[in-house]
């Protein structure tokens, strides 16, 4: 059987045609896939990490005694750091701190560490929210791009979108189309076919892995993300409106007010205390209500934020079935609203588990070593790219794959291309970006041609 049976001239045009895209869309995110997949294998063990590293301030010797009072934990860590108290967290366990945030004059807020059982501030350092420590929050950073603010969240979500693609592109070039070899282990060969294999096998392998991550972070990016959560609402699958339809609700979002807060309520506005005159309860009464409520250990206490404001409880611990948040009212302390993962719809409760999960925490330790594994794959992949491209590449150019001559074939594969753009929007407009880019440089080669 001769190669142009195998291979007729049309399907070897769309072969060429979806590795040129192939080419181009690991050209483009090659560099985050890169950084993403070193700083998530890092971000897996955040907690491991935090615990061997700052031993010393989240660690204390387990007593006998109770622990002391909220009001004579936080007031300590008030008198060792005067400011507004902004969070407190008890202990999570009876060998650990508990976390008391304060506000200071500079508008900077600090964590302090205090020992439960006598009251002894043990350290502080500067907030890093649920990171818990500086360089895990500047891991986290890095991953999401936020130090580029706007543009940062922009280019994550595309790059998320770009995964999409060269998952789907690169099971179509991995495809056997008769071939035996290097398909489900690599040739035992070297050379580029080897780096192909290589590549093309442990995509294979890991291509639900890695199409699971991007998908379950698009959530929180800010043009797909924004799309869902409406729909989510629109379609009644986030959440029920009745939960707040008997509250009145602030202009500041749970998003602004809380630092940590479930995916479906980020855009929603905080309830409201009822009155503006009133005592503020004692922290050890709110503390003991959300206590009695059966609140998971490991959760924080916000303080309430202005006259109108609440306090805020919320956990969310590796058993996502135990998230939860409650708000209380600042005067009264009567529970306003109790909110669990069962409470959400059908899509809220399904990117709480996918980020509970993407974060390595769902399934304990199985869970952070499946996930290292596919940020391992992710990155051999990326070397492997680099190392194909390099043998390949011709002195003095780019070294990507031709234009093909039959222009109906890339047509069709601008069908998907402009499917694909419909559900990522960002990839669309990159998409449209490298498409005037393909179509001016083959105007230019027809002229030269001429």
């Known amino acids: 059987m001769t190669t142009a049976t195998i291979n007729p001239p049309r399907t070897s045009a769309l072969y060429r045609a979806v590795w040129r895209w192939h080419f181009f869309a690991g050209l483009i995110v090659l560099p985050f896939v890169i950084l993403i997949a070193v700083t998530g294998a890092i971000y ?69 560490y205090v020992n439960p059982y006598d009251a002894t501030v043990v350290a502080s350092d500067w907030d890093a929210g649920p990171s818990g420590s500086t360089p895990m929050w500047l891991v986290r950073k890095l991953h999401s791009l936020e130090y580029v603010g706007w543009w940062g969240n922009r280019i994550i979500e595309a790059v998320a979108g770009w995964m999409v693609l060269l998952v789907a592109t690169g099971i179509y070039l991995w495809w056997p189309r008769g071939r035996n070899v290097g398909v489900m282990a690599p040739r035992r ?38 799309y869902f959560y409406d729909f989510s609402y629109a379609a009644g699958l986030g959440m029920t409106d009745g939960y707040w339809s008997d509250l009145p609700t602030s202009d500041v979002s749970s998003g602004e007010a809380m630092q940590q807060t479930p995916w479906i309520m980020e855009h929603h506005g905080m309830p409201m205390s009822g009155g503006t005159d009133g005592v503020p309860a004692a922290i050890d009464d709110v503390v003991a209500t959300v206590e009695a409520a059966g609140l998971h250990p490991g959760y924080e206490l916000s303080m309430p934020s202005g006259p109108t404001g609440v306090f805020t409880a919320s956990v969310y611990p590796h058993d996502i079935s135990e998230e939860r948040v409650i708000h209380l009212d600042q005067y009264t302390g009567e529970v306003l609203l109790d909110l669990g993962v069962s409470d959400l719809g059908t899509l809220g409760w399904m990117a709480e588990w996918g980020v509970s999960i993407h974060m390595g925490q769902q399934f304990g330790l199985a869970n952070q070593i499946v996930l290292l594994l596919a940020c391992i794959a992710m990155l051999v992949m ?69």
């Open 44 to 112: 897996l063990f955040k907690d491991e990490i935090n615990n061997a590293a700052y031993a010393e301030r989240r660690f204390v010797a387990p007593a006998e005694t109770q622990a002391l009072a909220p009001s004579e934990i936080t007031g300590a860590a008030l008198d060792a750091h005067p400011g507004s108290l902004v969070a407190y967290f008890p202990a999570p366990a009876p060998d650990r701190t508990a976390e008391v945030k304060i506000a200071g004059e500079d508008g900077l807020t600090d964590t302090i």
């Open 382 to 450: 990326a070397v492997s790219a680099i190392v194909m491209w390099w043998k390949r590449r011709p002195a003095g150019s780019l070294g990507a794959p031709a234009v093909p001559s039959d222009w109906r074939i890339p047509h069709a594969v601008l069908l998907m291309a402009i499917a694909a753009g419909l559900f990522f929007p960002l990839v669309g407009l990159s998409l449209l970006a490298v498409a005037a880019i393909e179509i001016g440089l083959h105007l230019v080669g027809n002229r030269r041609a001429v």
């Open 189 to 226: 060969t070297s050379g580029r076919p080897w780096w192909r294999d290589i590549h093309a096998v442990t995509g294979i392998y890991t291509a639900g892995f890695i199409l699971f991550l991007a998908l379950t972070g698009l959530p929180w990016s800010g043009v797909w993300g924004k």
